[in-house]
């Protein structure tokens, strides 16, 4: 008996009937109502999510920007979405309907947009009242537990957008700030460069002002000492007046020896005449002195003056007013108080002068005229007396000049101090003024100026600073194409195991010949391979042209299914028959196993540490993978390794029936009546 007539012969027995044949027909049609209907039901259910009520809720009032636009986010988005007909959104006009539609089950999920959420969004434009925009989601698991992971993702994808297109606009806003703050700083770089030239002006006019100081110092100085002079001559002349009067007192007296003592007086007269005139002339020296260094401070003071309004550190009015505080403070100065005493007093002095040359002149006279002089002497002897108390008047004004003097002195040395220190203070200014226009010009080209362009740029980069570039080698066109791999394995395992229910791993009438057990085994397993290969035959037409699958390699892809057909096949066939109807139970719990470590959905290595050594050692997850390979396109240098696998599970299944069918040559009592059937 060959291996060929075995085979034929379970065939034939199969199909000698119409209900056998309808019987194998249903069989063929097991993968189709599994994989295909399944595959048919979820080839694309993202693309049919806008026949699901979703209720949105817009109750944003909109907000105004800090650069006066009127932002209206709330409206933005929900035009957006009901643009993008994602999902059947229908406009509820209070949170809380839409929340009874939700526990109601009449909408899916609820998006609602508050009041404040535009108001949210431009409050960044605030460091004291910064708030996230909410969108607030109500979903309900009782509608469906998937749809409120499809809803996270698009909440998500609502809120990278927004954000994005608030983050350009507040990183636009940031960047032309600074550039404000670049030109503003290029203007106070111009600005206190201006300021450091008039503070060196002034440094300079302070230098002169100095040197006036100190020329006005040692003026003040000589002019103390002068008037030190001034007040000893003036004790001199009233020692000498009292002396005059009385001795014109004693020549009145004596009149006897006049001759002899008015050429005396003649002699004295002219000495004190001489004297006079000597005092007259230095004090006259001082007025002009004094005079002259009023007017060249005053001078000074104009010409710093000019300076500084050239400079541009004062105005006009300013510089008049300065000049205006001068001549007041200089009016009613101590220096001026004694100006005016010393000119006065010089007045004196110049009558002190023309008396005492006229005395001379007299004494002279009345040398030469002694008859007549002894007459005049009285009157002589009371214009000393006179003379006398002047002196003693002339003498306390110079003490009094004195005085004003000293104080002028040390004014002008206290005067003079101030300006060293201003001269001091105006140098350090000036420094420090150039310093700090040359730090503004250094960090005005350390802040940012950009451009439209690049803050366009920048801004987008600010708003998203990173990007996902994905490159995808090998994608499926669809949710249906991705499970695809995973439901068409299934499907093929399933199939094969309902062929158990109606097909014989092993034939009693080969059982009972002479033939090797090798060839039974074979023979019974032929069968099972036919069938196996129409079914995954059937189901890759189905799928790669009535759902539209596509593959990248159909071909291959179809002797790949026929190579998961032969190895499923070998194994159930060798399974069941080695262990009879409890195989059938091990054969679902294979099922099952498979179907929790394949890796069809989540990726195999996601489960549990033991159900990885189940992934390694059954055939099913090297079918997923392969057939991912080949639908996608990936490598296929996995695929030679993979066919070569499932043809050692061929070869273990057709050993396993081997050994059922050398075990079941020798018939047994539960041969005949088996504890358990299936």
Request: aromatic share 4%.
């Amino acid at each position: 008996m060959t291996v060929l007539r075995l085979a034929r012969s379970e065939l034939k027995r199969m199909t000698g009937g119409l209900l056998p044949k309808l019987t194998i027909l249903a069989l063929v049609m097991v993968p189709l109502l599994y994989g295909a209907v399944y595959l048919y039901a979820n080839w694309n259910p993202y693309g049919n999510l806008n026949q699901i009520d979703a209720a949105l809720v817009v109750e944003d009032t909109g907000a105004t920007a800090s650069d006066g636009t009127r932002l209206q986010a709330g409206t933005k988005v929900a035009d957006s979405l009901v643009e993008g007909n994602v999902f059947n959104w229908k406009s509820v006009s209070t949170a809380e309907e839409a929340d009874q539609g939700v526990s109601s089950g009449k909408y899916a999920f609820a998006l609602k947009i508050p009041q404040d959420f535009s108001t949210n969004l431009v409050s960044p434009g605030s460091f004291d009242s910064a708030s996230q925009a909410m969108l607030d989601v109500t979903t309900n698991d009782a509608n469906n537990y998937l749809l409120s992971t499809i809803v996270d993702k698009l909440t998500t994808a609502v809120h990278n957008s927004v954000a994005k297109d608030v983050g350009e606009e507040t990183a636009n806003q940031l960047l032309t700030g600074f550039g404000t703050i670049h030109s503003q700083m290029l203007k106070a770089a111009d600005g206190s460069g201006q300021l450091a030239d008039g503070v060196a002006a002034l440094r300079d006019g302070t230098a002169t002002l100095h040197q006036g100081t100190t020329e006005l110092s040692a003026g003040a100085g000589e002019l103390y000492a002068g008037q030190l002079k001034l007040r000893d001559g003036a004790n001199q002349l009233t020692e000498g007046a009292g002396q005059l009067s009385s001795g014109l007192s004693t020549l009145k007296d004596k009149t006897a020896t006049l001759p002899t003592d008015t050429q005396t007086l003649a002699n004295g007269a002219a000495q004190v005449a001489a004297g006079n005139a000597q005092l007259n002339s230095r004090v006259q020296d001082v007025v002009a002195q004094l005079d002259a260094a009023d007017q060249g401070l005053r001078t000074r003071v104009i010409e710093s003056n000019n300076r500084l309004i050239a400079s541009g550190v004062l105005t006009q009015l300013q510089a008049d007013k300065i000049l205006a505080d001068f001549d007041t403070v200089a009016a009613s100065s101590p220096v001026t108080a004694a100006k005016t005493k010393i000119q006065t007093d010089a007045a004196q002095i110049q009558q002190l002068a023309d008396g005492s040359e006229a005395v001379s002149v007299g004494a002279a006279q009345l040398a030469a005229a002694t008859p007549a002089l002894k007459d005049a002497i009285g009157q002589a002897s009371g214009g000393a007396n006179q003379l006398h108390t002047g002196a003693a008047s002339l003498a306390t004004g110079q003490q009094a000049a004195l005085d004003g003097a000293g104080r002028l002195a040390e004014g002008a040395q206290k005067l003079d101090s101030g300006a060293a220190q201003l001269e001091t203070g105006a140098g350090t200014a000036a420094d420090g003024s150039r310093t700090l226009a040359d730090e503004i010009a250094k960090g005005a080209g350390q802040v940012p100026n950009p451009n439209d362009t690049q803050k366009s740029s920048l801004s987008e980069v600010i708003a998203d600073p990173v990007a996902v570039s994905n490159v995808s080698q090998a994608k499926a066109g669809s949710y249906g194409a991705g499970l695809a791999p995973f439901f068409l394995t299934l499907a093929l395992w399933i199939g094969i195991f309902m062929l158990i229910q109606a097909m014989r791993p092993i034939t009693q009438r080969a059982l009972a010949s002479n033939a090797p057990a090798w060839k039974i085994a074979v023979g019974g397993w032929l069968p099972f391979l036919a069938v196996s290969v129409v079914q995954a035959s059937l189901l890759t037409l189905v799928v790669d042209l009535g759902l539209g699958l596509n593959p990248v390699h159909p071909v291959l892809m179809w002797l790949f299914m026929l190579a998961a057909a032969m190895a499923f096949s070998a194994i159930i066939q060798g399974v069941v028959a080695l262990l009879g109807s409890p195989g059938k139970l091990v054969v679902l719990i294979l099922l099952v196993l498979q179907l929790v470590s394949s890796g069809g959905t989540f990726p195999w290595q996601t489960t549990p540490q033991p159900l990885h050594v189940v992934h390694e050692v059954l055939p099913m997850g090297y079918v997923v993978t392969g057939m991912r390979h080949l639908i996608y396109g990936a490598d296929l240098s996995m695929i030679l390794p993979t066919v070569l696998g499932l043809l050692g599970y061929t070869v273990l299944g057709a050993a396993m029936t081997t050994l059922a069918v050398r075990k079941n040559k020798f018939w047994t009592l539960k041969t005949l009546k088996p504890e358990i059937a299936v």
